[in-house]
Every structure is written in structure tokens, then in C-alpha cells.
């Protein structure tokens, strides 16, 4: 199991950038991909996911409205678009993998994730 994130960089406040993440080494049937992001000086936290399944999505109510994620099943790849990014967007975005089972509306960050990627810097500055 192995996850690949890629598609960070510096971009201006109110720009867009998109994200992805690439599985390898497993079917993931069941499972879910998240994005997580660790702001400086923060810790971790749940940024989106969505599952393989169904396309069942949850987002961080900062986020909700200015960030998208999607998957294509044939690439085993997740993908978050972010748009009307914001200075406080600054941080190192991981992806990881969960049971689409452990999935809840309200505690959906707290799933069990694993198998997390090397991190993505994405820096929002002018």
C-alpha cells in the first residue's frame, strides 16, 4: 500500500491549485482516500476525503465550498481542488487511506487513517 501526493506549489491568495494522490500496490475496494494538512505550528487535520465505492464525500467546514474532491477509479487516484485558496490554506498536505466502514459525517477525520503519503507543500502567498 502506497500513496503518492503530488501538485503542490506557491500560489497568490484567491488562486486555485489541484492536488492528487496516487494508490498503488492494492485494490482500494473498500477503502477511502483523505487529504490531511499540518499548518506550522498546528497539528494534523482532516482536510476531505471521499470513497471509492459511491463518491461519498466529507469536508472540514473551512473548506466547504472552495475545495473538491473527486477520484478516477481506472488511474487508482484522488484528487482535491482547491480554489479561493487563502494564507491560513498554507501547509503540508498529506493523503492517507481508511475502511469506507469507519466513515462518519461528524468524526470522519478520526477513521483510522493509514498508509500515509510523503506531503505536498502548498503555500498561499502574495
Known amino acids: 500500500v502506497q500513496l503518492q501526493a503530488s501538485g503542490g506549489g506557491l500560489v497568490q491568495p484567491g488562486g486555485s491549485l489541484r492536488l492528487s494522490c496516487v494508490a498503488s500496490g492494492f485494490g482500494w475496494d473498500s477503502l477511502a482516500i483523505g487529504w490531511f494538512r499540518q499548518r506550522p505550528g498546528k497539528e494534523r487535520e482532516g482536510v476531505a476525503c471521499?470513497?471509492?465505492?459511491?463518491?461519498?464525500?466529507y469536508y472540514a467546514d473551512s473548506v466547504k465550498g472552495r475545495f473538491t474532491m473527486s477520484r478516477d477509479k481506472a488511474k487508482n487516484t484522488a484528487y482535491l481542488e482547491m480554489n479561493d485558496l487563502k494564507p491560513e490554506d498554507t501547509a503540508v498536505y498529506y493523503c492517507?487511506?481508511?475502511?469506507?466502514?469507519?466513515?462518519?459525517?461528524?468524526?470522519?477525520?478520526?477513521?483510522?487513517?493509514?498508509?500515509w503519503g510523503q506531503g505536498t507543500l502548498v503555500t498561499v502567498s502574495s
Open positions: 492517507a487511506t481508511a475502511k469506507e466502514f469507519l466513515l462518519h459525517p461528524r468524526n470522519w477525520a478520526q477513521a483510522g487513517w493509514g498508509s
Open positions: 471521499i470513497t471509492r465505492s459511491d463518491g461519498r464525500t
